[in-house]
């Protein structure tokens, strides 16, 4: 099984950025702790971070024919990027939407997410464990394929 992990604008900042929300914990800590996760579990993951939202639709779009999934933190392209949420439309395989904060928690602005409705489901506010849950999720979503 192969899963492509996307984090989206400002993402690269983690353990810099806000650490009273984010936490001290970087971006590099996030992805080498998904790829020994995803090993233990006989699962490929790959890990791509962008600023930018063009980027961020061809890694969608380049995706459907290479992995068996999606797990997406489009930062704050979440709350208003109907592009993204119609390239996430526009594939075919399975897409889980992931925030480390607990949205719900915060400013309003943060409360809407346009991209969740067409998602299979969203993990939220978990930390970095929030992307782990999505690995699992997906396994459990494509039959556990190897
Ligand atoms: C975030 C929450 C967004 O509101 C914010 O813009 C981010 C990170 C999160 O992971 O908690 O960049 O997606």
């Known amino acids: 099984m ?14 810099k950025r806000e650490p009273g929300v984010y936490g001290s914990n970087t971006l590099i800590d996030l992805e080498k702790s998904l790829l020994t996760f995803g090993e233990k579990l006989n699962c490929e993951v790959t890990c791509f971070q962008s600023n930018h939202e063009g980027d961020l639709i061809d890694a969608i779009h380049e995706a459907d024919e290479q992995y068996n999934g999606i797990i997406i933190n489009p930062g704050a392209f979440t709350h208003y990027s109907y592009a993204i949420r ?9 897409v889980i939407e992931v925030h480390i904060s607990n949205v719900h928690a915060r400013e309003e602005f943060r409360h809407t997410s346009v991209t969740a409705p067409v998602t299979a489901g969203q993990i939220i506010g978990l930390g970095f464990k929030g992307y782990e849950l999505a690995i699992l999720a997906l396994k459990d979503r494509t039959g556990g394929m190897n």
């Open 2 to 15: 192969k899963v492509l992990v996307i984090n989206g604008p400002n993402l690269n900042l983690l353990g």
């Open 86 to 94: 119609d390239a996430i439309a526009g594939i075919s395989i399975p």
